[in-house]
């Protein structure tokens, strides 16, 4: 079956970082897109990074230059490094896997995992 774990989520204080990780299972991770989204109580699920198969990446103009989506295709892992971190970006954050870095509709996700930033 298709899985996709998160984990390294936690509590982290205004300023700090934060590395998620994302392992996935049960599809051809290396033909996929992976996306993270987070949604914060409240609110709406927004796409925060996308990476291509091959390492093309796209983010939110919220978390541009703060934070760096990765991907491992050998371990089928992806990851968001996650830095500079603001009391806005508390949030539930979920890897997903799509066509390309232009999807809008992902095919497989996660369970999600809590990020909580501190002021």
């Known amino acids: 079956q298709v899985q996709l774990v998160e984990s390294g989520g936690g509590l982290v204080q205004a300023g700090g970082s934060l590395r998620l990780s994302c392992a996935a299972s049960?599809?051809?991770?290396?033909?996929?897109?992976m996306g993270w989204h987070r949604q914060a109580p409240g609110k709406e699920r927004e796409l925060v990074a996308v990476?291509?198969?091959?390492?093309?990446?796209r983010y939110a103009d919220s978390v541009k230059g703060r934070f760096t989506i990765s991907r491992d295709n050998a371990k089928n892992t992806v990851s968001l490094q996650m830095s500079s971190l603001k009391p806005e970006d508390a949030a539930v954050y979920y890897c997903?896997?799509?066509?390309?870095?232009?999807?809008?509709?992902?095919?497989?996700w996660g369970q999600g995992t809590q990020v909580t930033v501190s002021s």
């Open positions: 990476i291509s198969s091959i390492g093309i990446t």
């Open positions: 997903a896997a799509g066509a390309s870095i232009f999807s809008t509709k992902y095919n497989y």
């Open positions: 049960g599809f051809t991770f290396g033909s996929y897109a």
